[in-house]
């Protein structure tokens, strides 16, 4: 099973920036699609942005424009980014990054991982 790795969250101030990362090895399994979501108190698990192998990113309306994802596929680890700015105090919340996992044979699903999860909170 793929292992993620998160790291970077923390304390900041509302109007500041946040820069998540999470990393993932690629010598056993593929990673296709990776993204990042929040799960605020009180609330549901909420995608915020996705990213492709390729680079094609989308955002949940909430973040769109203030956060951004991206990615880096070296040779044998992959590593995705969320470099969130013009923080909100909504923006409060453990984020999950997330991978979609494939068979290096054939391509095939193997299912989503999930990192451990990160705390950002945002102070006013």
């Not at 304390?11 to 593929?30: D, I, K, N, P, Y």
């Not at 296709?32 to 698990?45: I, L």
């Not at 955002?59 to 769109?64: E, F, K, L, N």
């Not at 980014?81 to 984020?95: C, F, G, I, N, P």
């Given at each position: 099973?793929?292992?993620l ?10 109007g500041?920036s946040?820069?998540l990362s999470?990393?993932a ?5 593929r ?5 990042w979501y929040s ?5 549901q698990?909420?995608?915020v942005?996705?990213?492709?192998v ?11 424009g ?12 992959v590593?995705?980014?969320?470099q ?5 105090h909504?923006d409060r919340?453990?984020?999950y990054?997330?991978?979609?996992s494939?068979s290096?044979a ?19």
């Amino acid at each position: 099973q793929v292992q993620l790795v998160e790291s970077g969250g923390g304390l900041v101030q509302a109007g500041e920036s946040l820069r998540l990362s999470c990393s993932a090895s690629t010598r056993v399994f593929r990673i296709n699609d990776m993204g990042w979501y929040s799960h605020a108190p009180g609330k549901q698990r909420t995608l915020v942005a996705t990213i492709t192998v390729d680079g094609q990113s989308t955002y949940a309306d909430s973040v769109r424009g203030r956060f951004t994802i991206s990615r880096d596929n070296a040779k044998s680890t992959v590593t995705v980014h969320l470099q969130m700015s013009k923080q909100e105090h909504e923006d409060r919340a453990v984020y999950y990054c997330w991978a979609d996992s494939r068979s290096p044979a054939d391509g095939a699903y193997l299912g989503g991982a999930w990192g451990q999860g990160t705390q950002v909170t945002v102070s006013s």
